[in-house]
């Protein structure tokens, strides 16, 4: 009997260490942004969209339900390398231009500056878009062994050019010989090469913050002609870039697969923010309004995670997730303990076995600053939104606009102060369709003291004039580093 017990008790100490052996395997990680994707322009949801690859991952993996981003591009991208909420750590205005003297704060160890503690090679390839005026704001001196890319926000998807001059660069130097080679291809390109340069005795990260779908409406004619039914010409493009970013998807899987990584991938994929309605045609469609606004169209981003560590797949995960849980939940992914005196909170748990989300509420956004005219206030509890005052630019909901007409949106004009509030229970009304202020001033009154409380650990928004000293001529014709 003692035997047998011993036996049994041996047997199970085996199987835990066994257990133990495999979740201490740590996963390659590759986290995809896609830039300015709207809820409702990937196949899995709107079946007019071409995109086989985006689908097929979501589909094998998980497609999470309620993954808020930022209502626009730095604050979002700062929050997933940092964890921190934007508002707390000063990037909570706006999007920085290239020309300012600012980066998202030093203060903070990024992302794949801790995943290297961990042993990971890391890698980065797009659009960084975090400020660049001294060398330490930029990739290579914030985690990344390889980048390539561009450092601003935007630009033309060609010729690699904003404001008169060449945003480009492979690692420190200026990266000449990809005019006319398309921002997509280029970038997948990259990711590619480093996938296949990789010794599998590390692990290996790879950030890919794509320029796609990004303005300016772009694409190789090939792709837009993948779409001959939108007559919409903007619409028509935008689709065929969208498609683009899903064949580059389609590429970074095989490369991993023709290396023998694929099994030990975690696939992250992201937008930054709801789609931009604004001259960019993309489509939230059924959510209300887009970028720039801190409804749900502008903050519930498209998003799934797929891999074999994932214990629970092939279903829509409902929990809440917040950009600033990526640091911690990928670190924890990749056997690290994650940093906790920041705003993050671990999701491994919750996303590989489908458990409740460690989360119940966050900060859409705090943002006082006044020029230009983005300053937003929303908070969410439990199943309850409220926003203060501007809610962003425009609103309404809008169906994919594949008509010659372009599409009217209804703009709100900027205004000051926290008020009118808004409620919405996001739960029972995802659609914000019905504003309850009136019915419930007491979840009024204590969502605004929670925001009140938040308010409090607001770091002004460092949002300092374009420096004179930044003009790229001083830098051989390319924006580079040096003016801060
Ligand atoms: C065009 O828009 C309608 C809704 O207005 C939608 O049902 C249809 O699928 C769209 N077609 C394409 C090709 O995007
Ligand atoms: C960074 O740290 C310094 C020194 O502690 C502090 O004064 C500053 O406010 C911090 N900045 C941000 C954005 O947190
Ligand atoms: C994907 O790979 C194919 C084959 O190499 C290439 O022709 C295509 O341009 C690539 N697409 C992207 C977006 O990188
Ligand atoms: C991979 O890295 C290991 C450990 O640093 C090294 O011993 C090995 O030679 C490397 N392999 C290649 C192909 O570079
Ligand atoms: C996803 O969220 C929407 C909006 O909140 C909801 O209507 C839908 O039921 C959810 N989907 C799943 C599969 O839970």
Not at 99 to 106: F, T
Not at 273 to 284: D, R
């Given at each position: 009997m003692a035997f047998l017990n011993k036996a049994i008790f041996l047997l199970v100490v085996l199987s835990i260490l066994l257990v133990e052996a495999d979740s201490l395997k740590q996963p390659h990680i590759v986290f995809i942004v896609a830039d300015d994707l709207g809820w409702n322009d990937v196949g899995f949801r709107n079946p007019s969209m071409i995109t086989p690859n985006i689908d097929k991952l979501a589909r094998e993996g998980v497609i999470l339900n309620q993954s808020y981003v930022q209502p626009v591009c730095t604050p979002s991208r700062s929050a997933f390398m940092s964890s921190v909420f934007p508002f707390k750590s000063g990037i909570q205005h706006y999007v920085l231009e290239?020309?300012?003297?600012?980066?998202?704060?030093?203060n903070y160890t990024f992302l794949p500056q801790e995943l290297k503690k961990l042993g990971y090679s890391t890698h980065a390839a797009g659009k960084w878009h975090l400020g660049f005026c001294k060398w330490a704001c930029t990739p290579t001196f914030r985690g990344f062994d390889t980048f390539f890319g561009f450092y601003g926000g935007g630009e033309d998807h060609f010729t690699h050019y904003t404001g008169g001059y060449l945003d480009y660069r492979d690692q420190f130097l200026p990266a000449t010989e990809y005019k006319n080679v398309f921002s997509a291809m280029a970038h997948t390109e990259h990711a590619v090469r480093a996938i296949k340069n990789h010794n599998q005795s590390q692990p290996f990260f790879l950030y890919m913050p794509y320029q796609v779908v990004h303005a300016p409406v772009q694409v190789p004619k090939q792709y837009e002609d993948m779409y001959p039914n939108v007559l919409n010409e903007g619409r028509r493009k935008f689709c065929g870039m969208v498609s683009v970013l899903d064949e580059g998807v389609g590429n970074i899987t095989q490369a991993l697969k023709d290396a023998g990584m694929y099994d030990d991938t975690l696939i992250i994929f992201t937008a930054?923010?709801?789609?931009?309605?604004?001259?960019?045609?993309?489509?939230?469609?059924?959510?209300?309004a887009g970028k720039h606004t801190v409804y749900e169209g502008g903050t519930r981003g498209t998003a799934f995670v797929h891999g074999s560590m994932l214990q629970k797949t092939q279903y829509t995960y409902n929990g809440m997730i917040h950009a600033v849980d990526w640091m911690p939940t990928i670190i924890s992914a990749a056997g690290g303990t994650p940093i906790t005196d920041r705003d993050g909170m671990d999701q491994w748990d919750s996303l590989q076995s489908g458990s409740p989300s460690k989360r119940s509420e966050f900060v859409y956004n705090l943002d006082d600053f006044p020029e230009p005219l983005e300053g937003h206030a929303a908070i969410r509890m439990g199943d309850m939104k409220l926003i203060e005052g501007y809610p962003g630019r425009y609103d309404g909901w809008y169906l994919p606009n594949n008509k010659t007409k372009t599409q009217k949106l209804h703009m709100i004009p900027y205004f000051t102060g926290d008020s009118p509030v808004q409620l919405y229970n996001v739960i029972d009304d995802p659609l914000e369709k019905n504003e309850i202020s009136a019915q419930y001033p007491e979840v009024v009154a204590k969502l605004q003291a929670r925001l009140a409380e938040y308010r409090k650990q607001m770091v002004p928004a460092d949002f300092p004039p374009v420096s004179p000293l930044s003009n790229p001529k001083y830098y051989g014709d390319v924006w580079s580093p040096g003016f801060c």
């Open positions: 290239s020309g300012q003297p600012a980066c998202s704060s030093l930054d923010n709801g789609g931009e309605l604004l001259g960019n045609f993309a489509n939230n469609w059924p959510l209300r």
